[in-house]
């Protein structure tokens, strides 16, 4: 059974699909196609993000893994960067007002802890 914290960080294999296809089926940051994973943009999963077309991009697993646990001074730089570029790229897609979206993931947050 699933712990309701977990129900809301987790991507639904509804909002999978729409990333998928809203993002070309490639990374969003190399472009490599095939086998990608839905990752946490704006606020990570660990710090309660949630699991939505809004925070979420495709990512191949390379890109995936250096943004969410860089290792090392070029990988952390990397993950600023590439994490900039996905950013950037959500609030287009999405037309995110980023003020407003990031003061209620703040109070959303806040329940959690």
């Given at each position: ?50 699991g ?27 993950s ?31 329940t959690?802890?």
């Amino acid at each position: 059974m699933s712990s309701n914290r977990t129900k809301w960080t987790d991507f639904d294999k509804e909002t999978k699909r729409y990333i998928k296809k809203r993002d070309g089926g490639k990374c969003v940051i190399c472009g490599k196609v095939g086998a990608t994973q839905c990752m946490h943009v704006f606020l990570s999963r660990a710090h309660g993000g949630k699991g939505c077309k809004e925070n979420g991009a495709s990512g191949c697993p390379e890109c995936h893994r250096i943004n969410d646990n860089p290792i090392g001074k070029k990988e952390r730089e990397l993950s600023i960067t590439n994490n900039y570029k996905v950013k950037r790229y959500l609030i287009e897609k999405e037309n995110i007002d980023v003020l407003n979206s990031m003061s209620r993931a703040t109070t959303i947050v806040d329940t959690f802890e």
